[in-house]
């Protein structure tokens, strides 16, 4: 591991740097094309830096490398957190402690203000697929906007305390909160209900934290917590998504941990050398002590630490697309970057990411059925004369057997439909029953623990037809 401090990231003038009064930076965040840095300090002003001369040095010297790429200074407080939008990065969301408005910037203009938190909006964060942007605040809110028209889709108030953290599902299932009322809350983004409350590692968590920046991992199984407490140890707490139960603790630092942040990518990696390599995820830990460690979550112990970096509390960190450096900003106004190539060597290709989201539903939205076949044809009626494709999967196939449309072509057998005799001869009496008007008699339904509903529909019909299983 490499340290860097650029001493010309800063957010102060001349006189103050000279003073060694630089202001304090807040937040910071990374381009998704790794090449400009976004910052947000105490002096209200949003600052974009090229990432060129922290990593090259030669570009560091050179008096034609320009360093500043811009200033933004429409807010008028505090800027507590900066965050591109995912993807090809078209949007920088900015957000403050004073004006409590949140400012969507499109390269350096402010294009939308969005208004509707009563305090200081501590954190922000966009939806993997852009769809979504949360914030939070003192005031208790979580909000939810439309990015597509930036109106506000939910205002959520069921916290009891300042929401100081916020983060995504990367499968896009949920919504995770933290607030100083000591509890992560889990939304569910089908109706924005409350999922979970979940309370065991934050009940005695001080309350001292500027921030209680989550996180969640990459492959959606992990979310990281900030300020939690194991006995007298200060942790982050790793909540697993299956069952929502924390019981894994990142143990290490003396003093509350501000931020978590997980790393985009995935990694194969060992325990020790007599273990094989196995799928791993890497997260990061930003603490009042000063310092900040790297974790693998599935060791008991970090990969490395960066200890008194800083000369005050670390507030936001964020990762380099590629996973393999992080930037941290504190409250002493200054910013260091973590270069892990070495650490952080073997990465996992951007696929298999992708295949373990889709155990979460990513992906699949389109794929999902109709709870009832009265539910259906009310579909069917709201669609009108709107053309519907022929059904190319398993999944489709049985909506089809569900609503006793089934017109499936069988000249065209696909890897999901295969029409074998049997059943053609399914078909067959499935679509006479449906003929003489009843197509279900009764269905089963039973929830999963993940929350997935399964529905088991039977034939009217029993003599000839079997159970079709969603």
């Not at 409350?197 to 991992?217: K, Q």
């Not at 008699?441 to 029993?462: C, L, T």
Request: net charge negative.
């Amino acid at each position: 591991m490499y340290i860097i401090k650029p001493e010309w990231i800063t957010h102060g003038d001349r006189t103050q740097d000279a003073r060694n009064k630089k202001p304090c930076i807040y937040s910071i965040h990374v381009h998704p094309d790794g090449k400009r840095l976004a910052t947000g300090g105490l002096e209200g002003h949003v600052k974009i830096w090229n990432t060129l001369p922290v990593f090259d040095e030669q570009a560091e010297k050179d008096p034609k490398c320009h360093k500043l790429l811009c200033t933004m200074t429409m807010h008028n407080g505090a800027v507590l957190c900066v965050r591109w939008s995912n993807g090809e990065g078209r949007y920088l969301a900015s957000s403050s402690d004073n004006d409590n408005v949140i400012i969507i910037w499109e390269r350096d203009k402010a294009i939308k203000y969005l208004r509707g938190h009563e305090s200081d909006v501590q954190d922000l964060a966009w939806s993997k697929d852009n769809q979504y942007l949360a914030s939070c605040g003192v005031d208790g809110f979580v909000m939810v906007w439309n990015v597509s028209t930036f109106e506000l889709v939910k205002k959520i108030d069921q916290h009891a305390g300042f929401v100081k953290g916020v983060t995504w599902d990367p499968s896009g299932k949920f919504l995770a909160t933290q607030s100083d009322d000591k509890m992560v809350k889990i939304w569910r983004t089908s109706d924005w209900g409350l999922e979970i409350d979940i309370t065991t590692p934050f009940i005695n968590a001080p309350g001292t934290t500027l921030f209680r920046r989550l996180s969640w991992s990459p492959d959606g199984c992990h979310i990281a917590a900030a300020n939690a407490v194991n006995g007298i140890q200060c942790i982050a707490a790793i909540i697993n998504r299956d069952d929502w139960n924390a019981d894994i603790s990142l143990v290490g630092h003396q003093l509350p941990i501000e931020v978590t942040a997980f790393n985009p990518k995935m990694f194969y990696m060992k325990d020790n050398e007599d273990t094989d390599k196995s799928l791993s995820t890497v997260c990061a830990l930003g603490s009042q002590d000063r310092s900040v460690s790297i974790w693998v979550t599935r060791f008991s112990r970090p990969v490395c630490v960066a200890a008194d970096i800083f000369d005050h509390n670390v507030y936001d960190m964020a990762w380099t697309p590629n996973g393999k450096n992080l930037f941290a900003c504190s409250h002493d106004g200054t910013v260091a970057c973590l270069l892990l190539a070495e650490e952080l060597h073997d990465i996992a290709p951007d696929e298999v990411i992708y295949k373990e989201l889709t155990k979460y539903g990513y992906g699949r939205k389109n794929a999902q059925l109709p709870e009832t076949p009265i539910q259906l044809e009310l579909e069917e009626k709201d669609t009108g004369k709107a053309t519907v494709e022929k059904p190319s999967s398993t999944s489709n196939r049985i909506t089809d057997l569900m609503s006793g449309n089934i017109s499936i072509e069988t000249n065209k057998p696909t890897t999901d439909t295969i029409m074998t005799d049997a059943t053609k001869e399914l078909n067959k009496d499935i679509s006479s029953s449906a003929n003489d008007g009843g197509m279900l008699a009764q269905q089963k339904v039973s929830i999963a623990k993940n929350g997935k509903k399964r529905i088991q529909p039977f034939s009217m019909n029993s003599s000839s037809a079997t159970a079709a299983t969603s």
